[in-house]
């Protein structure tokens, strides 16, 4: 039997941690049901299971695996495991908050869009030979008609090459077989869409070099996507890919700082109203589709967030806010908010927010309906400009923070977020690929639920890592630590409708959706054998 | 001109930031001599300058370069900087508060000593040749006379070895030539004692992993320094070359888990009390030295700190208590603290605190001149054992905590190290190479300064990670951050001895010798062109 001493220190203790953990979002509320409480425990178990069973055992093509190891590393166990595959991939998500548009849509997808339009070219600077693998990125483009290049004009590998364009179907099926055929062909392409475990491990690995083969994944697919049919398409893949995640509702970073699309004719330009009637269009249709399956409860909808990018002057970003006003007029519901987007090359040379400070200042007083959604702190700066720029967010009304990823060092910041529920939108993958951080153990989210301060998961550019749908970052947040559990990340998806630009009768519905849903799934949890 | 709007939110901004690192222990001092202040500028200038001209240039020896990047692979550069050379190598640090006496003197002297003393001998299990560089560990130890080997015994390589002693120096005249000689033979056995970068970084990549060589390194030289002739030299090499590098004040963590060290005779067992007495020597020696050159401000003197291992149980623990309370009432001001130390095989396997709550519970009660000075929070771990050490180190009364590196998840632990002023004993270096972060930018040192934490800088096991001194952990905090100063680092040093273990006689003594030097350093550094 322990001493008075000791069950008096264990009182002590106990009233200590749960003071300590006072804040989290999983321990202000408190009325979990028992179905709840049941799943939590089953998906722990599971959890603590497959730690020795799965993580615990050394593979060969994984030198020491453990739980929120480096994703591109990890990708191949986690689909191995029941908690991914039983669990965390068939939740309910909520709300995709952070989002970028043209990295929304798995490679692979991508590529067979591509293939399967005839105005898809591709080009290379001369004949493509064993040795452009590792150097030579594709140009893919869709052409007018009139630039086609002749019947029998020859592959991209062969001698007589001399860097035209060539369809992109007829430069796979002529790809050199020495150098993979087809297989061969989608696999260099491929590559150059994403980071690949080689980028971000060995030639790129740290924080600044990495952005250089990051921004090269946009380069070589933005001319693909900004093309009217393929556009259409894609985004119908985003969000039909999206629902079947369990994410019911998002909102897209969409880049408005290149001023037009290319039409079908892959010749018209046309302007960026189009791209938001495409936008309009394929929700309406999902949502249609949905709703004649009995699906409704599955989406609530799609906005966008305005971006442009942190390079332009003052004067052209006022211009940009001009825009930005006058699509909202005409588009309501579709707009969710001004982002003001960043560019960063090499580590963090974009201008900061202080730099737009005048024409903010002025767009926050005449356009109070359309609220700012920051990028800010996406750094392991301490005090760099990509770090102060938390302060401008904030002091600019900023209604979410992107990234937040340095907040962790502003005391005072994190109690105006906890104070004035300003969401972080945490990327934990993109953080990790992007080498902020080495794995999941080391992110700083913790800290930032332990303060009390909302948290949305996001997967920022699911397309460039490879990560697909929510399903990944919940995963990663839920192996790498012991206090989190599934009523935490149920407690995470509520948040991301709460902290949504949804209008209050549109969100509401939105969360009575999800808690349906929500029921459901726990309901099924809590019956599994762990 | 700035527009109204704009000055006002530029005011706006300034009081925020000022609001946000008011508990910064640079922040709260408010009296900085126009020198300091000249000082730090200095230093920033030259930071900024070698970020560009060290750091950003690529370089064959180490791809991508950057500020703050890992230890073992950045030091050639750091030793390159003028701010590693004329600033910080030449800074007066205060007081080393958290270092393991057996990792204490780099791995080149130890092998020194070792050669130097005749009853030193090596074995290895049976002819070395070129593949038993990666896998054979030696074994390496004082024997007695009457078991050295005959005059011809052959050398380790020779072929008709058959895994017997052979004198330490001998073995290495005779090393085979074709594996490098005796330059080769030092080279193998140095790196048996260190933790190389290809340890860190490719074999044993992960925090778990990287424990197996980190407890392989103590294995390897525990036996040569447990040696009174060579324990006695291997303290007066650890002091003097912490004189050297700054340090005017050392506790050190002693091991008291094996209960003796081998007389002169390599074959008497000699109890802990001699290593008791054999540190009292060495300090009056080096203390009486430095008196009569006229050094005294240079070391304030050494201070034990009682460590046993947490793999002991409860009914043991009693026992080192016992004998710990006995040691600190023979020797009053050579014993600091009672340090509840851990043993950390294969990631977290140590007992946890909590496990010992009882006998530690009583211990406070009956001898509160003895404080606890814990390991807690050494850990990637949200929850886990490790990380939940926090709860008990700060319930059972800790002064300061080692490492603390969990400590940040934690806000209402943070608020009491704050309120109660517990320093926490950081070591960046430490941290790093065991792999708890990837690099100093991604430390959480500046979370747990910004939150109003003392914190006092420490090497841990420098011989481990051949840091040796305090200068490289400076370095590294200071090249990682841009709000971190001159100034910053000379609050810690301060701190260092504020929350050391000395009396509160010696304490101002040490510091106002301190102050002194500080002086003196600021005035140089003030005047150089930056």
Redesign the interface.
Known sequence: M??Q??TD??Q??KK??A??R??RVDHVRANYTAAELKADEVVRAIRAREAESVWGVEREDV??P?PG?EFLNAKDIILETDLYSKIVSKMPKGGLLHVHQNASVEARALLDLALAHPAIHIRVPGPFNASSRETVLPDIQPIPAERYPAADAVGITDASYTGGWVPIKKAQELFDPALGGPAGFDKWVLSSFVINPSDAFRT??????IWLKFGSTFAVTDPIIRFVPIQKEYLRSFVRSSIKDGISYIEVRTNFFTKHILAEDAKTKVGLRELLLIFQEVTNEIKAELKAEGREDEFAGLKIIYNTLRIVSPEVLEAELDQCARFKQEFPDLIAGKFHGFYWSHGEESKPL?YY??PL??FAEQHPDIPFLFHAGET?????AA??NL??A??LGTKRIGHGFSL??????MEICREKKIAIEVCPISNEVLR????M??H?L??IM???IPVVLSSDDPASFNSMGLSFDFFQVLV?????GLLTLGQMARDSITYSMLDERSKQEAMEAWERRWDKFIEEVAGMNP
């Open positions: 322990p001493s001493m000791l220190y264990l002590k203790r200590l941690i003071d300590d006072a804040l030198p020491h453990y190891m790129y690995n740290t924080p600044m070099k202080i400070a005048e200042l002025h392991l700066g301490d005090g760099t770090d102060m302060y401008d904030i002091l962790i060092k502003h005391p005072k910041l902020l951080t080495s794995s153990p080391m700083p913790p800290v332990n303060q009390g790498a630590s012991e206090v989190t």
